[in-house]
């Protein structure tokens, strides 16, 4: 049998992305492994292979879920299953509007729970709710700890991002005790001005860098608000913009004593072509 599948981009992070609501993605499977995989682990990475498979920072299946208009199932590149990815949900909800599984808004179940999808008022890119995020810890000068679906390791830079060495200062923190064996995503920040900042994310599961991380761009937005001190006790709008290598994306939310709710990823979500396995 076949296999089809579509790949998407959102600001350079790009995805196979696989209908599995009648069970596609089991049959092929089947078929695969293990005559030609050992694992399901090997194939996904083989699929994500950028030299022998697709090419793709991961794999994901668009699958039923009662109650909601689907679910998405999220592979790293290394075939491993993994924890949210925020550009990946907004691409997986581009291609759902596609697929008419809705007009306006999306309600999806993801691997952090409950996600809601909008169409931009420009019908160029997706809104995607984030989960609340409650718990931000300073991990020293400049640097910062907290889980936005996926948990992120953020540290501010006052040089030029192109000159950090990223894969060798990520890993050396990746990799270290502190955080094995599950590891952690690595960011590198610099404000541009007010409410404008760039970074460069190490992803974990990829194991290299990414041209761009949706819950790291959240993680960095939220953690350069928190270092500003903007967290009163009534509840405060901020808008940040961010740059990546592969694009700009926007992070809506409100603080209020370190709680961060109402959290919109926003940006463009872009088919890139489609085929058969």
């Not at 109650?67 to 949210?84: A, H, R």
């Not at 041209?211 to 509840?235: D, E």
């Not at 592969?246 to 072509?273: C, E, K």
Request: glycine content about 10%.
């Amino acid at each position: 049998m076949t296999l089809n599948f579509v790949k998407y981009q959102g600001t350079g992070n790009d995805f196979v992305l696989v209908d599995n609501r009648t069970g596609a993605w089991q049959a092929y499977l089947a078929m695969q492994v293990p005559q030609q995989f050992a694992t399901e682990k090997d194939l996904v990475a083989h699929l994500c292979h950028r030299q022998f498979g697709v090419g793709a920072d991961g794999l994901m299946l668009l699958q039923n879920k009662e109650g909601f208009d689907f679910e998405m199932v999220y592979f790293n590149s290394d075939g491993g299953l993994s924890t949210m990815c925020g550009n990946g949900g907004r691409c997986i909800a581009a291609w759902a509007f596609a697929l008419s599984l809705g007009d306006d808004t999306l309600l999806f179940w993801a691997p952090d729970g409950v996600h809601e999808a909008s169409k931009t008022e420009d019908n160029k890119g997706i809104a995607l709710t984030m989960n609340p995020v409650s718990a931000i810890a300073v991990k020293g000068d400049g640097c910062w700890e907290l889980n936005t679906g996926s948990p992120h390791y953020v540290q501010f830079q006052t040089t030029d991002l192109q000159e950090l060495p990223l894969i060798e200062w990520a890993r050396s923190i990746r990799y270290s005790d502190a955080y094995m064996p599950a590891g952690i995503n690595v960011n590198a920040v610099r404000v541009i001005g007010n409410n404008h900042i760039a970074m460069r994310t190490y992803e974990r599961g990829v194991e290299n860098e990414t041209l761009s991380c949706g819950t790291g761009v959240t993680a960095a937005a939220i953690a350069y608000i928190n270092s500003l001190g903007l967290n009163p006790t009534q509840p405060t709008n901020h808008h940040v913009h961010v740059d990546t290598a592969g694009g700009q994306l926007q992070v809506r939310f409100a603080a209020q004593n370190d709680q961060f709710s109402d959290i919109q990823l926003i940006g463009p979500a872009t088919f890139v072509f489609r085929g058969q396995l």
